[in-house]
């Protein structure tokens, strides 16, 4: 299966039409106040190709669901403590054809033993840089650790990840190993939110080559 594209933290309305007619997989939209790339506008229209993601960081049911109705949202990501009962929940609320993605941020020393109770109520996981910010900290963690992913539950890799990271890409769609999608954000930007087109035209290309 090929390796999906999710290019996160889209700002401004000219800039997501710019971006959107590359035709990511998925594009996320930060419903976070505290980020730099809080996304409070107006969604132009996109290619029904596109899922349009709503990230959240410890939201309320209430409004996760009103954004959800409001930008006709396909996902809901889900980047701070939220728990198994919290997501078992929205699941329960949401249209079966959302997707939820539980986020867990990883480093050397993460437990993946914490993200079993998780797979029934999420779509997919997705992992992060462990940083001072929820996302958007723009380094890389040690993939190597997924050696050790004890689960089935499909995947997005994510944490600064750019052109840089194509051949770790191309190491890593050779394994095993259910990764779902990769997350692109910060190593794209021109300021927080407005992302390059032309960076992103030249790794998309690289990147449909790598994860055939």
């Known amino acids: 299966m090929k390796i999906k594209l999710k290019i996160c933290g889209m700002k401004y309305p ?3 039409l710019e971006v959107g007619s ?3 997989d998925y594009m996320g939209f930060i419903f976070w106040e505290k980020s730099a790339r809080y996304f409070d506008g107006i969604i132009p229209e996109l290619p029904k190709t596109i899922q349009k993601v709503g990230v959240f960081v410890n939201e309320s049911t209430e409004v996760i ?3 959800t109705q409001k930008y006709d949202l396909q996902a809901i990501q889900l980047h701070g403590n939220e728990s198994v009962e919290f997501c078992s929940e929205l699941k329960k609320q949401l249209s079966n054809k959302i997707e939820i993605i539980k986020v867990f941020s990883a480093d050397e020393n993460f437990d993946f033993e914490v993200i079993k109770p998780f797979e029934p109520v999420c779509h997919y996981f997705l992992f992060d ?3 001072k910010l ?8 040690d993939w190597s650790i997924l050696k050790k992913y004890p689960s089935k539950k499909p995947f997005f890799l994510s944490g600064g990840i750019g052109i840089n990271e194509l051949n770790a890409i ?3 769609a050779k394994t095993n190993l259910p990764i779902y ?3 692109v954000n910060s190593k794209f930007e021109i ?3 407005l992302k390059n087109k032309n960076l992103f035209s030249n790794f998309i290309r690289k990147f449909e080559i790598v994860t055939i």
């Not at 929820?134 to 963690?141: A, I, L, S, W, Y």
């Open 191 to 193: 300021e927080p939110g």
């Open 14 to 16: 000219d800039n997501i």
């Open 181 to 183: 999608g990769v997350d």
């Open 170 to 172: 191309e190491e890593i």
């Open 22 to 24: 590359l035709l990511p």
């Open 65 to 67: 669901l009103t954004k």
């Open 129 to 131: 840089t462990k940083g």
């Open 134 to 141: 929820p996302g958007g900290n723009g380094t890389t963690f």
